[in-house]
């Protein structure tokens, strides 16, 4: 201690070194959170980011699937590949049948989660029901629909030349093969995307539903002004994931046809299975993966569209102005 004009100034204390103990605390506190993410971005990295680089080298490259790696051509591939006809034929192909499966499957399973919402008997049943379609494997969901539209003695067929009309070319005709292909997918998809919006749908406060019934809102005005407003963000995520499955659309036209891929002149034959096709048939390596990257870029265009869009929406609904209350 010392003393200056008779006050005591204390010394400050010594700062011990932190023990090992503390060190390993903070040094826990700081690492672990990457830590335990790190295992989905190294997952990442084997299963996703490497395929994806390794395919744009692939595409840089005359590759031949039995020799293997050829001469490095640049981006010829990729020009070849958007002046080849079929490569446009199947990108509007696989946009026709996403539309006709994508919107109306949409509206089904919101329909569907609003009716499951409701108050109903044996609810756990009528929900495992509605999930027993997409348990069931592609392969026995194309050999079903296969039969179904049959153009010889198939089952719809037949119930129209019941009604004495025309039998429908299923597997020849663009527009119906494109129905019969999206019904598929719609028959698979509807159930597993109604239970994601019923657990949305499950979310939303009772309160609201009761306060707007008292207020005189019907069942419909409490459905379109709260429900769907509440589940908006959910909706969009199925939207984003049925747009990305749909672009990929792969097992249900390559089975719808067996014995011609596609259809005879390509009337259902999806980018997929083009690529597939370029792959495995013409072993033609270097232009499948660059057909896959061009696939790979369309999709991200899709998905940022579809992305403003639902934000622009939203956007535009918070900005409306509520209507005043009635004084009662």
């Known amino acids: 201690m010392t003393t200056t004009l008779n006050r005591t100034v204390p010394r400050p204390p010594v700062k011990q070194a932190p023990t090992f103990r503390q060190r390993l605390s903070r040094w826990d506190m700081k690492a672990s959170p990457y830590l335990y993410i790190s295992p989905f971005f190294l997952l990442f990295a084997v299963t996703g980011l490497f395929p994806l680089l390794y395919t744009f080298w692939v595409s840089l490259h005359d590759w031949h699937l039995l020799k293997g790696q050829g001469d490095f051509v640049g981006l010829r591939n ?4 958007l002046a080849d006809s079929y490569f446009w034929n199947s990108l509007f192909n696989t946009f026709s049948i996403f539309l006709l499966s994508a919107i109306p499957q949409l509206i089904v399973a919101v329909f569907l989660a609003a009716i ?3 108050h109903l008997r044996a609810k756990t049943f009528w929900r495992m029901s509605v999930l027993l379609p997409y348990v069931v494997t592609p392969v026995a969901v194309a050999l079903i629909f296969t039969n179904m539209f049959n153009e010889q003695n198939g089952l719809i067929n037949n119930l129209l030349d019941n009604f004495g009309m025309e039998p429908v070319r299923w597997l020849n ?22 239970l994601i919006l019923l657990a949305a749908m499950q979310a939303v406060p009772r309160d609201l539903y009761e306060s ?5 809102a019907g069942s419909f005005r409490r459905f379109f ?5 509440s589940i908006r963000p959910t909706m969009i995520f199925v939207v984003i994931t049925s747009t990305i499955g749909g ?3 792969f097992a249900e036209p390559r089975l719808f046809d067996p014995a011609n891929a596609g259809g005879t002149q390509g009337q259902f034959m999806t980018t997929v299975l083009f690529l597939w096709e370029m792959g495995f048939q013409r072993s033609n390596f270097g232009k499948a993966s660059a057909v896959a990257w061009l696939l790979f870029l369309i999709i991200i265009l899709v998905g940022i569209v579809n992305f403003l869009i639902s934000k622009k929406i ?3 609904d918070s ?4 209507p005043a209350r009635s004084p009662r």
């Open 78 to 81: 990729f020009t070849e590949v």
């Open 116 to 118: 499951l919402d409701q």
């Open 173 to 194: 005709d663009t527009f119906a093969s494109h129905v019969a292909i999206a019904t598929m997918v719609n028959w698979r998809w509807t159930g597993y995307n109604a």
């Open 212 to 216: 707007a019934a008292l207020d005189g």
């Open 225 to 229: 002004s709260i429900t769907l407003p």
């Open 247 to 249: 672009l990929q659309i």
């Open 314 to 316: 939203a956007t535009t």
């Open 319 to 322: 900005r409306k102005p509520r």
